[in-house]
Nanobody, 124 residues
Framework: QVQLVESGGGLVQAGGSLRLSCAAS????????MGWYRQASGKQRELVAT????????????NYADSVKGRFTISRDYANNMLFLQMNSLQPEDTAVYYC?????????????WGQGTQVTVPS
């Protein structure tokens, strides 16, 4: 059984920073691309950032939504199956539940997994 568990969310004033973490655990053989998505109240889930497995000198190739470029940074720790999202200059429109996603090759199957989400709130 593979699990993704996010942490690091909370309430932060506009202009502040938060760092989200996602820990993948279970009978994992390998993890392919990973990403962060978010869903604001009453809206559809949207992509925030993704990072590939390998490339760009093995750090991974990154991709960002236009709305977070220059403010958010995605990174991963391959050895410990961790994913991070450093969020700077947070704005009220960043308020949402943030979800971790990973393409996992495990002992039971090969598929995408989602975490349970962590709330980020930036008051206006």
């Amino acid at each position: 059984q593979v699990q993704l568990v996010e942490s690091g969310g909370g309430l932060v004033q506009a202009g502040g920073s938060l760092r989200l973490s996602c820990a993948a655990s279970g009978s994992i053989f390998s993890i392919n691309a990973m990403g962060w998505y978010r869903q604001a109240s009453g809206k559809q889930r949207e992509l925030v950032a993704t990072i590939s497995s390998g490339g760009i000198s093995s750090g991974g190739v990154t991709n960002y939504a236009d709305s977070v470029k220059g403010r958010f940074t995605i990174s991963r720790d391959y050895a410990n199956n961790m994913l991070f999202l450093q969020m700077n200059s947070l704005q009220p429109e960043d308020t949402a539940v943030y979800y971790c996603n990973a393409g996992v090759n495990s002992s039971s199957d090969d598929r995408n997994y989602w975490g349970q989400g962590t709330q980020v709130t930036v008051p206006s």
